[in-house]
C-alpha cells in the first residue's frame, strides 16, 4: 500500500494527521477533531477503493478486496455514504484554496499549480493555489480553538509552502495582506469519502515572478508549465472561471473542480444573496473588483 517514503526511500515519514469524526450540518456548534497518521489514511481511505490481485502461472485472484471497507450502507434498496460519525476510517481533513494575488500594478490573478506527476494524487492535473491536509502542527499552533480558525491555518500553510512565499525577503509584512475565507466542505468519494474543505485566500504581492513552486509537489520549469494564470478583471469573471474554455474537466484536481464550482454557485447567487454578500465583502476588503 502507499506510504510516503523520503530520500532513498529508508526513512518512513508518518505525520499526525488531524481526523473529522462528526457531520457538520446547519445548526452544528460544535465539530469533534482526533489526531490519526498519514500511513492510517493510506491503510483506510486509500485502500478502501483497492483490490488487491494475486497471480499464480496463468491464473489470477483477488486475494484480498479492501472494498468491503468503504463506508457505505446499503438498505431498502438505496445506497448512502455513512457519516463521519459513523464511518471508521482516518478521514484526515483535506484542505484547499484559490490563491487570488493582487501585484503592485493592480493586477488580480488567480494561479493555479499544476501538480508534479509523480504526485500521489492528481498527479499532471491543475490544482488550487495551496493544497493538501491538516497536520496536528496546525492544532498545536491555533491560538483560537475553532474548527474553521483550524482550517484557515492548514489552506495558509499548504499555499505559502507549495508557491514558495516564505522564501520572499520579509514574508509575511505588515505591508502584506494574507488573508482567507472557507467557502464549503465536500466529500471526496473516491478516497472513501474523507472530508476536503474549500477556500478562497487573496495575497498581495509585487509581482507573480516573487512565486517559486515547491519541487515535491508542483511541476517544475518555466511559468506558463508549472502554473496556469488567470487574470480576473471583476467579480463576473471570478465566478465564470468553471466556464472557462481552456479549463476542462480532465485537466482539473477534484478539489480544484470543486472549489471553482462553490465560487461559481456562491458568486451567481445560486446559494443565496447572503453568501453572495459575504464573499463581496471578504474580496473587497483586499482587492479592488468591479461588479460588473
Known amino acids: 500500500l502507499a506510504v510516503r517514503l523520503h530520500g532513498s526511500g529508508t526513512r518512513l515519514f508518518n505525520a499526525p494527521k488531524v481526523s473529522l469524526q462528526s457531520e ?9 477533531v482526533g489526531k490519526t497518521g498519514y500511513i492510517t489514511g493510506a491503510l483506510t481511505n486509500d485502500a478502501c477503493v483497492m483490490r488487491l490481485e494475486r497471480t499464480i502461472g496463468q491464473a489470477s485472484f483477488v486475494q484480498a478486496d479492501l472494498t468491503l471497507m468503504y463506508p457505505i450502507e446499503a438498505r431498502n434498496g438505496s445506497v448512502r455514504l455513512l457519516g463521519l460519525d459513523e464511518s471508521l476510517l482516518s478521514n ?46 496546525d492544532v498545536d499552533r491555533l491560538d483560537r480553538k475553532d474548527l474553521l ?24 509584512h505588515s505591508g502584506v495582506r494574507f488573508r482567507t475565507k472557507p467557502i464549503g466542505c465536500v466529500r471526496w468519494l473516491n478516497v472513501g469519502g474523507k472530508p476536503e474543505f474549500l477556500c478562497l485566500s487573496t495575497v498581495e504581492l509585487s509581482s507573480l515572478g516573487q ?23 471583476s467579480l463576473k469573471e471570478l465566478g465564470e472561471i468553471s466556464e ?20 461559481s454557485s456562491i458568486l451567481g447567487g445560486r446559494l443565496g444573496n447572503r ?14 473588483l468591479a461588479d460588473g
Open 244 to 263: 472557462e474554455r481552456d479549463l476542462s474537466e480532465n485537466e482539473m484536481s477534484l478539489p480544484l473542480a470543486a472549489g471553482l464550482d462553490r465560487l
Open 211 to 233: 512565486l517559486s513552486p515547491q519541487k515535491s509537489e508542483i511541476a517544475q520549469g518555466p511559468s506558463d508549465l508549472w502554473q496556469r494564470s488567470i487574470r480576473i478583471r
Open 92 to 137: 484526515h481533513i483535506g484542505v484547499s484554496t484559490l490563491g487570488l494575488f493582487r501585484s503592485e500594478d493592480g493586477a488580480c490573478t488567480l494561479v493555479l499549480p499544476r501538480q508534479n506527476r509523480k504526485a500521489q494524487r492528481s498527479a499532471g492535473k491543475l490544482v488550487p493555489s495551496g493544497s493538501g491536509s491538516l497536520d496536528w502542527n
Open 24 to 32: 457538520l450540518a446547519e445548526g452544528v456548534r460544535e465539530a469533534r
Open 149 to 172: 480558525s483550524l482550517v484557515i491555518r492548514g489552506a495558509e500553510r499548504e499555499m505559502t509552502e507549495e508557491l514558495g512565499l516564505a522564501k520572499i525577503p520579509g514574508f509575511p
Open 275 to 288: 453568501a453572495r454578500s459575504e464573499i463581496e465583502r471578504f474580496l473587497g476588503e483586499t482587492l479592488d
